[in-house]
């Protein structure tokens, strides 16, 4: 099922304190990658993002030829590595090339609040009636909305806030009692790395929604967020000692360390942002997996082990530098978009990064 990568009051204060690790991570971040190497990759990845948009504000997975494919969640992390480097170098006509793919985004979205993948060519495409997840396609919109609120420094329209609610409301249909989302209302498993990304639009939304004076909906976020945060840590096992990719909805756990996707990338999400970090994990993930292994692309090791205090400096380097000269290798014709975006959000950190996952376990 999961093919993509293949191709509260202490919640509060979990997100200001969040907000301001952000700030100070960023300005350090931004510093560090704009002279030398490492802006030349950024830069040359945002190039190719900017050929996969359409003059509509579609976003397509590969820019290379008239034939169109377009799925919406990439398209998210494609417009928020675009906002990321907004952040380090101001570009106008990159905050206007997120603007439209909001605008496409929520052209195109269903009543229900979820989105459609779509096929066909440059002039003429339309719904293939398939989607990956209801659950991570609207939360990484709803992170989008709100990075891009924070980069333009304006109100943003009524369609894109009416676009954002109702991506809410998707996210409500697969909340399940236990604070977990199923991937769709036909495909009924709780994924650790969906529920994450749940996780993360939520918080990011309360963010908007309270920014733009909707204290309603971002009260009625918050509450969905703080059970979603408890729910996720139901995916940690003391016995294995490392996290379920999966649940069912008998409860049963769905564990292994043999493939790297989606057993590997599962603990590289939960390393990345379930905090606190479970001690002696990236030790065994490391020795098990290596970088670019199929299904746990070098940039996420990256932000991995960013996002880890325990990791001495050279590893961190190291793998900082193979995700430059990979990013350089990219091609319009052998990736989809996914890859140059999340290379650009590893580059970068910073204000980029992810909300972390609050657990008690």
Known sequence: MRKRLIISTSLSITVLLLQDYAACAGDKAGEAVTQGKEWEAIEYCLGIIRKCQLDDGM????????????????????????????????NPQDLERVERWLNWYARNQEADGTIYDRGGTASDYKSNGKRDSTDSYAATFLMVVWRYKQACRKQVSTEIINAVKKAVIAIEAVMQADGLTIAKPDYKIKYLMDNIEVYQGLTESTLLFDSVGLKDEAQKVRKMAARNADGIAKFWSEQDGHYAYAIDMKGKLFIGLSKPYPHGLAQMFGLSYIRPCKSG?????????????????????????????????????????????TALAFSGKNIYIERPAMAVIALIDGKSRFPDVPSGR
């Open 281 to 325: 994990l990236w030790k065994e993930v490391s020795e098990k997996f290596e970088p670019d292994d199929k299904g746990i692309h070098v940039e996420r090791w990256l932000i991995t082990a960013k996002g880890l205090s325990d990791i001495l400096p050279e590893e961190k380097e190291k793998l900082r530098k193979a995700t430059v000269e």
């Open 59 to 90: 976003i397509r997975m590969t820019g290379t030829s008239d034939r169109v494919w377009t799925v919406p969640y990439f398209g998210n992390f494609a417009a928020m590595a675009l906002l990321a480097a907004h952040e380090v170098r101001p």
